[in-house]
Nanobody, 126 residues
Framework: QVQLVESGGGLVQAGASLRLSCAAS????????MGWFRQAPGKEREFVAA??????????DYANSVKGRFTISRDNAKKMVYLQMNSLTPEDTAVYYC?????????????????WGQGTQVTVSS
């Protein structure tokens, strides 16, 4: 069982930055791939970013809509994963979820992830 708690969301203006954090407990954190997803009202949950597990090479992947603006990172010693979001636009408004996959390889679909946080709201005003 892995528990995830997100924080760092808020209301910002277009062009601003936010950093989301996700604290994990339980399980072997360093071995797991971690992902960020988001869900806007009336839309399906969509992939944002993911980072592979393991202690050596780390792979990351991003949705095209956030590539170059968002950066995922992790601190295995602290059992934390982060999402740095720059140049935010109103289209980034959504509830952002942290998720863990009990596998070291990246996945981009929600069904491939095993545990989820409760989500944190990000609202970007124009």
């Amino acid at each position: 069982q892995v528990q995830l708690v997100e924080s760092g969301g808020g209301l910002v203006q277009a062009g601003a930055s936010l950093r989301l954090s996700c604290a994990a407990s339980g399980g072997t954190f360093s071995s797991y791939a971690m992902g960020w997803f988001r869900q806007a009202p009336g839309k399906e949950r969509e992939f944002v970013a993911a980072m592979s597990g393991g202690v050596n090479i780390r792979w990351s992947d991003y949705a095209n809509s956030v590539k170059g603006r968002f950066t995922i990172s992790r601190d295995n010693a602290k059992k934390m994963v982060y999402l740095q979001m720059n140049s935010l636009t109103p289209e980034d408004t959504a509830v952002y979820y942290c998720a863990v996959r009990l596998d070291r390889n990246i996945a981009t679909t929600p069904n491939d992830y095993n545990y989820w946080g409760q989500g944190t709201q990000v609202t970007v005003s124009s």
